[in-house]
């Protein structure tokens, strides 16, 4: 039995339910119940509160999002013995190659156990050897390659929606625990990067000492990794760090710059300002507003202090209008139950009308894409012919024909043109032949794109953040041709994608080629993630005239007329 004080830290009982999830892929289980032990450590590694706490205080963990009776249980049962039978019992069934694997829970044990077998390797030493000789790429590809490094890497980046969740625990706890006065998330994510490595605060407190005190018991137990008399960082059970620096009301507004700001935008914005020491003299600063205001600088929005060119255009009062959420009028990439969908056509668009869409495109996936229950040509037709019947009578938002094209390998499209020129427009996307080479891939789109009835490019590079690296592209000849075939792109919100990137979607509006911000949804909840897309086109200077669906249909429809 576990000693009633043995201080289990959150993530400790986080890994153990993972490994858990990871075993019992490796056996006939429900897909759904992994899921579930997976969320579960997701959520664990993002409380503020010490579970183990809980447990002893026989708190209600299913109050909790993401933990059910059965995985309450399992907690409990970690918590009061120390382990757990479920996970034990798997690991000593396990072969020695499996087993080698549960102190790595992010790789797929099926995968990695048919490259043991191929590559006559039975260790993960044997593995990470394989891959810094490049032997794992060469033999099995670069997806699988960078799933192997991410998951014997540890963990040190985060999605920028869960730093969301994450961001709201800990500003709970400096508040409410820390009892400090004000706190300010700041750095790369109020800046909205699309993936963290460090969550930083600058808080207001009397006692600093006791803060970081305080913060060591941080979901239990949280490593101090570094302090100074005004800031402390500390590692997460996430994986990721925390920064925390202490501010005073009286310069507020230099303290959340400094910290907020990228390190070439605080060396331009210094530059023009006469060097820290002069900002000093002319401080302090209670607020952002006054120092701008002071060096007579129009306000820098916190997603464009890249340091790129926003300090100069700062000076000469050109910042861009950043789009925002309210300015979007309708919705361009949207699945249904016709495809792989949770949610039907009139569900979908109910939804969008009463977020107060004008618009919505039903975009399910073409007859290739099996896996996604790609619809043949014969069912576009029908689903064609249903919308129509369904906006003769679908009062307050339009239903707009359209479809998500696969671009073949050869470049072409996966429907034929008499069918494409009855849809409103498309979104062409790549699903397939990731490997090819950054001619054959870039090749492969222009081809696509010099069919008349191509419209919007879908998720560019095919990338998904922390997961799958993208396919290579000459961008620069993409962007060129979709600016001479009148073809747009999209940044797609899905918080795993965000594809074009920032760097990608400032190039492309820079071209002057207008760029969707579309969710992807496969069910109306997902709608919400276009605050992702936003971020991302805040990022790369995006304004609404640039934007396609900030457009009313009557005056988007003619762009798609080529």
């Known amino acids: 039995m576990a000693s009633e004080t043995s201080n289990l830290s959150n993530a400790e009982i986080a890994d153990r339910l993972a490994g858990l999830a990871q075993l019992l892929s490796t056996q006939k289980e429900n897909p759904y119940r992994i899921k579930a032990y997976q969320r579960a450590a997701a959520k664990i590694r993002t409380l503020s509160e010490s579970v183990e706490e809980l447990v002893r205080e026989d708190s209600d963990l299913t109050a909790y999002a993401g933990i059910g009776e059965a995985i309450s249980q399992a907690v409990q049962e970690i918590v009061r013995t120390g382990t757990l039978g479920k996970l034990e019992t798997l690991r000593s069934k396990a072969s020695p190659e499996l087993a080698g694997l549960s102190n790595y829970p992010r790789l797929d044990p099926k995968r990695v156990l048919r490259a043991y077998k191929k590559l006559g390797i039975a260790s993960v030493d044997e593995l990470r050897a394989k891959l810094e000789s490049g032997e794992l790429e060469k033999a099995l590809g670069s997806r699988f390659a960078q799933h192997v490094r991410q998951g014997v890497t540890p963990t040190h980046a985060m999605l920028l929606y869960r730093a969301d969740e994450l961001r709201l625990a800990v500003e709970g706890f400096l508040l409410d625990i820390c009892k400090v006065r004000t706190a300010e998330a700041v750095g790369d994510y109020r800046r909205r990067v699309e993936t963290i490595e460090e969550l930083s605060f600058v808080v207001e407190t009397d006692d600093f000492s006791a803060l970081i005190a305080r913060l060591e018991r941080y979901g239990g137990r949280t490593p101090l990794v570094a302090s100074t008399k005004t800031n402390a960082t500390f590692a997460l059970s996430s994986g990721i760090l925390l920064r925390v620096d202490r501010a005073i009301k009286e310069d507020w507004g230099l303290s959340s710059i400094k910290c907020t700001g ?8 210094i530059a023009v300002t006469g060097g820290w020491n002069a900002v000093k003299e002319a401080g302090p600063f209670v607020s952002e507003i006054d120092f701008y205001a002071k060096f007579n600088l129009s306000f820098i929005e916190p997603e464009l202090r890249e340091g790129r060119d926003e300090v100069e255009r700062a000076q000469r009062g050109t910042l861009p209008d950043l789009v925002t959420v309210k300015d979007i009028r309708g919705e361009l990439h949207a699945h249904s139950t ?30 290739s894409l099996k896996i996604a229950r790609g619809v043949p ?21 339009r239903i707009l024909k359209s479809a998500e094209v696969d671009i073949l390998a050869d470049g072409t499209l996966d429907y034929p043109d008499e069918l494409l020129k009855e849809l409103d427009y498309t979104v062409c996307s790549v699903h397939s032949r990731f490997g090819f080479g950054k001619q054959e891939q870039t090749e492969r789109i222009l081809r696509a794109m010099d069919n008349r009835y191509f419209n919007i490019l879908g998720h560019a590079t ?15 000849r993409i962007i060129h041709h979709a600016r001479q075939n009148q073809c747009f792109f999209e940044i797609n919100s899905s918080p795993e994608r965000l594809d074009l ?9 820079d071209a002057g080629v207008k760029i969707a911000i579309s969710t992807d949804a496969h069910s109306t909840r997902e709608f919400g993630t276009v605050r992702y897309g936003i971020d991302q086109g805040r990022r790369a200077g995006l304004e609404r005239a640039g934007v396609l669906n900030c457009l009313r249909w009557p005056s988007l429809e003619p762009l798609f007329r080529r």
């Open 501 to 509: 990137s920032a760097e990608n979607a400032r190039l492309a509006s």
């Open 338 to 367: 016709s495809s792989d969908g949770s949610n039907s056509i009139e569900q979908m668009a109910a939804s969008a009308r009463d977020l107060g869409y004008e618009y919505i495109g039903i975009t399910d996936h073409s007859q």
């Open 377 to 397: 040509v014969e069912g576009l037709w029908q689903q064609i012919r249903f919308i129509d019947k369904l906006n003769s009578g679908f009062a307050g938002i």
């Open 462 to 476: 095919g990338r998904l953040l922390l997961n799958r690296p993208g396919y290579e592209l000459d961008m620069d």
């Open 262 to 269: 990228s390190k070439e935008h605080l060396r331009k914005l």
